[in-house]
């Protein structure tokens, strides 16, 4: 099957969740690699979607699962949350929220939703999110990366990271999903030629293969953990906008879908 038929059957699959699962998506999305803009030729699609259940599911005494794990094989890896989880998450500005948002590649979407982005965007504390991605970039590092021979593709898995820790602490907005929108800021300009030539052979083949430590990759990233550390500890926490105007998002969610 080419991408596009792919697609069609994403869009088929989301109904059947509906139907089956008895809940209404609100928004739908492409996370991982086809969403970064450096998807390998079979790469898998890594679907992400938001959905309300109808209300007196959320009255119950016994709790309903706030996760719905619809499907997981070589080609579709999808899954979702409830609106009343995303919510609480994003209270805590989780970093995730912000992707889903945020990704290029929508799936399906409502005027809810869009109507909700501004007050998902007002949640966004820049020192979690630099927290976040240091944290990830340095986990994928160590992961990795360490060894004398890496698979050449994980790199990415701690540039982009990385990269998004000098987007938010230059514009202090939650980072763009496209890793080329990252590409533009000086820190890459650095080591730009060796970015292109990992991206040009991931994008061209299935696998990037193994091969030997890049010195000079690796010097980047090391001397950038130390900065971004820095970086970090020179925000300040931020105070959020409090429950109030979740609840209410929340409560206008089955207005409406009804």
């Known amino acids: ?41 079979d790469s898998d699609f890594d679907v992400r979607f938001i959905y309300i ?26 899954n979702g949350w409830d609106l009343q989880k995303m919510l609480k998450l994003l209270y805590k500005s989780n970093p995730t929220v912000f992707e889903w948002t945020n990704s290029p590649i929508v799936y399906r979407t409502s005027e809810y939703f869009q109507n909700l982005k501004p007050l998902i965007n007002s949640y966004f504390s820049p020192k979690t999110g630099i927290c976040h991605y240091l944290a990830t970039a340095k986990h ?25 820790c ?11 999903m496209l890793f080329a929108d990252l590409c533009t800021l000086p820190q890459e300009k650095q080591i730009d030629s060796l970015v292109q030539n990992l991206l040009a052979v991931k994008m061209q083949t299935s696998e990037l293969g193994t091969g030997a ?46």
């Open 1 to 41: 099957m080419n991408e596009t038929e792919i697609q069609k059957q994403i869009i088929l699959k989301l109904s059947e969740i509906e139907q089956q699962e008895h809940v209404t998506i609100l928004h739908a999305v492409e996370s991982g690699s086809r969403a970064w803009g450096f998807a390998s030729p």
């Open 53 to 78: 259940r109808q209300k007196d599911d959320y009255l119950k005494l016994n709790p309903v699962r706030d996760v719905i794990e619809y499907q997981l094989d070589d080609v579709f890896d999808i």
């Open 140 to 164: 994928n590092y160590h992961a990795y990366c360490e060894k004398e021979q890496v698979r050449m593709k994980k790199y990415f898995y701690v540039l982009r990271p990385l990269l998004a």
């Open 166 to 176: 000098y987007w938010i602490a230059e514009y202090q907005t939650p980072p763009p």
């Open 213 to 258: 430590k890049i010195p000079e990759l690796d010097r980047w990233i090391h001397q950038n953990f130390d900065a971004v550390t820095q970086i970090a500890e020179s925000f300040a926490g931020t105070v959020n906008a409090g429950w109030n105007p979740l609840n209410s998002a929340f409560l206008q969610s089955f207005l409406s879908a009804g």
